[in-house]
């Protein structure tokens, strides 16, 4: 009995350090942010948003104490929290956007404009004739997904406002249930509902999936079957029912993008269906998967012709020489941080997520050094997937786009509460130091 109470105080003490450690690191990170805000509001001429600076102070504020209150809670308490959350701050954004902007999609809605014209046009016709509709509207199957879904969110709102309105109640109900799919998923993994509970709050509470679930865009929901695909994967090798449900939540994918699909499926066969060659060589195989990408590009070009023309789009304002591997590294940790840049005024209204993005994407890297030379393998899946998606960001010149990286997250939320535990002293004083100045240069434009 002693023993049982000497395990739980240790426990609760690793739990105590842990906690104070993020939190103190997270301040300390905060206040250095807010020390590059007044040098690029003292050095730079452009003009301020003053609407979005408004909602930029009250996300982080209502975002901080959220989190406070989620940490004190239990598992349901915290997921209903975790709704409640996306409920207040998703209606607000919306409210913000069809007042102050004067556009019910956001800033730059090009894809959501295009999206909502299409549920408008296909809401009144028949599935098959939606289809014809949508194939007139784009080529390909991977485009197909979230212009059904959306037409019938468009037929029961009937205008486009109500539509909206439903669509964003149906966003934080899907957000709500990844929550608690990532719950569950970190559980399995890391076996410690403490952390699980962390992870899923961070990520349940994260700022961009409050843009995403007002702005029409289709990354809420890809984003649950993405997870749902990663939470088969690793319940095949108990129940073989799963492998059916992982081959038809990874079929899903497919219409949303198919190079998910893709990685979704070499990481099922190496860790479900030949887990001696993968666990065994999976250090060569990142290795390989780095060369092959970054060095055989072509060869990725060939197979998906959607990479190319995303090279196209980016190759005017690609980096050469010291800037291109700047910006591989920028890859790993962004997406970065924007302040005032109006350029890109949606990075602007998610401004916790990319600073607790960017603040502990240095413990989901160490996690995945450590695990690797540890041996592992039950994070092989996470890192897989993380590697891959962070590789195709290099390839297609989006180095730091968040819509891109966005979908596999939560894995790497779980990572990077994992590589807490891997923290060394000096190495994270120095990405604070580094990253800052990433920041302020970014941010004033000196690059």
């Known amino acids: ?44 001429n ?8 408004f909602w930029q102070l009250f996300s982080i504020v209502f975002w901080s104490i959220s989190l406070k209150i989620g940490l004190m ?25 069809l007042y102050y902007t004067n556009d019910l999609l ?50 029961i709102g009937g205008d486009t406002l ?37 992870i899923s709050l961070l990520w349940g509470l994260n700022l961009c999936s409050t843009y995403l679930n007002v702005s029409g865009l289709k990354e809420t929901l890809f984003t649950l079957l993405c997870t749902l695909s990663l939470f088969y994967i690793y319940k095949c090798k108990r129940k073989p029912y799963n492998h059916i449900l992982f081959w038809v939540s990874i079929a899903s994918t497919y219409f949303f993008r198919p190079y998910m699909t893709f990685f979704f499926v070499i990481i099922y066969l190496g860790y479900c269906i030949f887990p001696y060659i993968y666990n065994r060589l999976f250090a060569w195989m990142c290795v390989a998967a780095i060369v092959l990408c970054l060095f055989f590009t072509s060869l990725l070009v060939y197979q998906f012709p959607e990479i190319y023309y995303a090279i196209l789009n980016t190759s005017e304002n690609a980096p050469s020489g010291l800037g ?52 592992q393998t039950k994070y092989y899946p996470l890192i897989s997937i993380y590697l891959f998606t962070v590789l195709l960001l290099i390839v297609s010149g989006h180095y730091v786009n968040y819509r891109y990286s966005y979908i ?9 509460v994992e590589g807490i535990q891997f923290r060394k002293k000096w190495i994270v004083e120095v990405y604070c130091i580094c990253t800052s100045m990433i920041m302020l240069i970014f941010n004033l434009k000196l690059y």
Not at 10 to 38: G, M, N, P, S, W
Not at 46 to 53: A, E, H, K, L, S
Not at 165 to 178: E, H
Request: proline share 2%; charged share 10%; aromatic share 20%.
């Open 1 to 44: 009995m002693n023993f049982i109470f000497e395990q739980y105080g240790e426990a609760c003490h690793l739990r105590q350090d842990r906690d104070t450690y993020l939190i103190k690191y997270l301040q300390v990170f905060y206040v250095i942010t807010f020390i590059i805000v007044f040098l690029v509001t003292f050095f730079s």
């Open 46 to 53: 452009g003009t301020y948003d003053w609407g979005v600076i």
């Open 73 to 97: 809670l239990k598992k349901n308490q915290m997921l209903l929290w975790v709704f409640l959350f996306q409920l207040i701050l998703s209606f607000s954004l919306h409210f913000f956007f």
């Open 106 to 155: 956001g800033y730059n809605a090009v894809d959501s404009v295009l999206y909502s014209d299409l549920a408008n046009k296909t809401k009144n016709l028949d599935f098959e004739g939606a289809l014809v509709e949508i194939g007139n509207t784009f080529s390909d199957l991977s485009d197909y997904g979230w212009p059904v879904f959306l037409k019938y969110i468009y037929w």
């Open 162 to 198: 109500t539509s909206m309105r439903i669509l964003i109640l149906v966003n934080c109900i899907i957000q709500w249930f990844t929550t608690l799919l990532v719950y569950n998923l970190s559980v399995n993994i890391v076996n410690d509902t403490y952390k699980a509970h962390l």
């Open 324 to 375: 291109m591997y700047i910006y591989w590294l920028l890859a790993f940790l962004g997406p970065l941080p924007k302040f005032f840049n109006m350029e890109t005024p949606q990075v602007l209204i998610m401004i916790t997520y990319t600073i607790l993005k960017f603040s502990l994407s240095i413990f989901g890297l160490l996690s995945c050094i450590c695990f690797i030379k540890n041996k």
């Open 408 to 416: 596999i997250m939560p894995a790497f939320f779980i990572l990077m």
